[in-house]
C-alpha cells in the first residue's frame, strides 16, 4: 500500500487502520508517501487516528510482520535512515519481492520516474497544493451528492481520465516504471505515487500500482498460491469502490489479525 499521506486532512488513515486491524500478512510494503512532510512543514495536522494507525504498525513489526517502508517524495525526509530499522521497520529505497509462486516484483514508490518531480521541484509542489484544493472541492460537492442519495464521484479522477495531458502523463510514468522492472529483469513491478490504482500488462511484464488512502483506499494484496488482487476497502468508505464483502473474498486466503486490537 501507498500513499497515505499522514499530516493531512484527507489522509483515511481510520480507514486504513480497519483494514490492517481485519487482516494480517507476513509481510507489509509501505510503498512511500506514507507521511506527507510536505504538508507538516507547511501547517501541523496530526490526529488520533494517525497515531492508531503508527502504533498498529509497529505493533505488527514487532508481532513477526516483516515491515519495510520505501521512501517516496512526500517522506524524502526518510531518506537519511535508508538502509536503518526504526521500531522494527525497515527503511528503503526499493525492495525485491519474491511471490509464492515464484515471480520477481522490483517494489519502489516511483517518484524518480516523474519528469515533473525531478526537473521541476516547485512545480511539483504547485501540483499537489491544487490536488489539495481539489479534495476541498469535491468534498463539498459529494456532500450534496450524499445529501440526494447519489453515490461519491471523484474529479480528480475523472481530470486523470478525461484530460489529455494527465492521461499523456500518467502513460508516460507507467512505461517508464515497467521498462525499468523490465530492463532489469524483474517479471513484475510494484509502484505507487500517481493515486491511480491498476494491475495491468505493459512492455511484457506485470505492472502494479497500488493507488492510494486519500481517495481510492486500494492496496495490493498477494494470496497464498501467488495471485495479486487489487483490494478497495470499503464501499461507504472508500471514493465509491467496492464493498467489504468483496474485499474480504478477495482476502480470503489471509487471517483475522489483532495487532490493531
Keep these: 500500500m501507498s500513499d497515505v499521506h499522514l499530516g493531512t486532512k484527507g489522509s483515511k488513515a481510520a480507514v486504513l487502520a480497519d483494514f490492517l486491524r481485519k487482516h494480517k500478512s507476513d509481510n507489509l510494503f509501505l510503498v512511500g508517501d506514507i507521511v506527507d512532510g ?3 512543514r507547511k501547517s501541523w495536522y496530526w490526529d488520533q487516528a494517525h497515531n492508531e494507525l503508527v502504533q498498529g504498525i509497529l505493533h505488527s513489526a514487532r508481532s513477526g510482520t516483516a515491515v519495510r517502508l520505501l521512501c517516496g517524495n512526500h517522506d524524502e525526509f526518510l531518506r537519511k535512515w535508508i538502509g536503518h530499522d526504526l521500531g522494527g521497520i525497515q527503511i528503503l529505497e526499493e525492495a525485491e519481492h519474491v511471490t509464492a509462486d515464484g515471480r520477481r516484483l522490483l517494489v519502489f514508490h516511483g517518484d524518480r520516474f516523474d519528469v515533473v518531480v525531478r526537473s521541476a521541484p516547485w512545480l511539483a509542489h504547485l501540483g499537489d497544493w491544487a490536488y489539495r484544493l481539489l479534495l476541498v472541492v469535491n468534498a463539498g460537492f459529494n456532500f450534496v451528492r450524499r445529501r440526494l442519495g ?16 494527465a ?19 524483474f517479471d513484475g513491478v510494484v509502484c505507487g505515487h500517481i493515486h491511480k490504482p491498476e494491475i495491468r500488462a505493459v512492455h511484457g511484464i506485470l505492472y502494479h500500482n497500488s493507488g492510494d488512502w486519500v481517495e481510492s483506499c486500494t492496496a495490493l494484496v498477494e494470496e497464498l498460491d501467488g495471485r495479486i488482487h487489487l483490494v478497495r ?20 486466503t489471509f487471517q483475522p489479525a489483532s495487532a490493531f486490537s
Excluded at 447519489?150 to 489529455?164: A, G, I
Excluded at 502523463?169 to 516504471?177: G, M, P, Q, R, T
Excluded at 464501499?235 to 464493498?243: L, Q, S, Y
Design 150 to 165: 447519489m453515490p461519491y464521484w471523484s474529479l480528480s479522477l475523472f481530470l486523470k481520465q478525461k484530460v489529455k495531458s
Design 167 to 185: 492521461v499523456a502523463y500518467l502513460d508516460s510514468f507507467e512505461d517508464a516504471v515497467a521498462r525499468e522492472a523490465k530492463e532489469r529483469g
Design 233 to 252: 476497502w470499503p464501499r461507504d468508505a472508500a471514493a465509491g469502490a467496492a464493498g467489504s464483502a468483496d474485499a474480504e473474498r478477495h482476502l480470503g
Design 38 to 40: 510536505w504538508a507538516l
